[in-house]
């Protein structure tokens, strides 16, 4: 359970890498096709850390970071290596995945401290009130994704575009994302512990 939780976080951190220089019209808001699933990642954190506390919820950002790290890494070297003859697509290959530097820049910068800033306030919340899970989801994806919004857009875009219109429609989504996917954190727990009693009360009886 928690290392399919896990592989489905890093997966969901690659495929929003991916698909993130697409801008998309959304009911007037221009954001990255990546919106949806980035925003499900916070989520998909906080569950981590349910599980896993906050010391393992970082080290599932660190790695998670060197994933991100070695995927950029790659694609740029697959850009410069020479095309095959026959090979049409380069322009387009380059086109699609070859996000530049400021952009890979902005990504990286902005994942590691909206998603380290997360695993703070949901530990805190945790430790400190403990009641009203879905609160401490809202309100840790509430300001995780509004840092990881402002380091992004004024990264990649300040001094290109107004930024502040952007930050506005990306929070909106990102948010609006959240509040659906809560009901995930509830959901995977209550299976999780199932998993847990099944497999102790398994160990207990023997073969």
């Known amino acids: 359970?928690?290392?399919?939780?896990?592989?489905?976080?890093?997966?969901?951190?690659?495929?929003?890498?991916?698909?993130?220089?697409?801008?998309?019209?959304?009911?007037?808001?221009?954001?990255?096709?990546?919106?949806?699933?980035?925003?499900?990642?916070?989520?998909?954190?906080?569950?981590?850390?349910?599980?896993?506390?906050?010391?393992?919820?970082?080290?599932?950002?660190?790695?998670?970071?060197?994933?991100?790290i070695l995927l950029a890494a790659y694609v740029q070297f697959a850009i410069v290596l020479p095309p095959a003859d026959f090979y049409q697509g380069q322009d387009s290959f380059s086109g699609v995945l070859g996000s530049t530097p400021r952009i890979v820049l902005a990504s990286l910068v902005a994942y590691i401290v909206s998603s380290l800033v997360d695993a703070e306030i949901f530990a805190w919340w945790k430790q400190q009130v403990g009641r009203f899970k879905w609160a401490r989801v809202l309100l840790s994806n509430a300001v995780s994704t509004l840092v990881d919004s402002i380091i992004f857009i004024s990264i990649a875009f300040w001094g290109v575009m107004p930024v502040l219109p952007l930050v506005q429609g990306q929070y909106a989504v990102k948010m609006a994302v959240t509040v659906v996917s809560i009901p995930l954190i509830y959901l995977a727990r209550e299976t999780w512990l199932k998993d847990r009693a099944s497999a102790a009360l398994a160990s207990a009886t023997g073969p």
């Open 1 to 68: 359970m928690v290392i399919l939780l896990i592989a489905v976080y890093v997966a969901c951190e690659l495929i929003a890498n991916v698909t993130a220089s697409k801008p998309i019209a959304l009911l007037g808001i221009v954001v990255p096709a990546a919106v949806f699933i980035y925003a499900l990642t916070f989520t998909l954190l906080d569950l981590i850390n349910e599980l896993l506390g906050k010391a393992g919820a970082r080290k599932v950002i660190y790695a998670s970071l060197v994933a991100n």
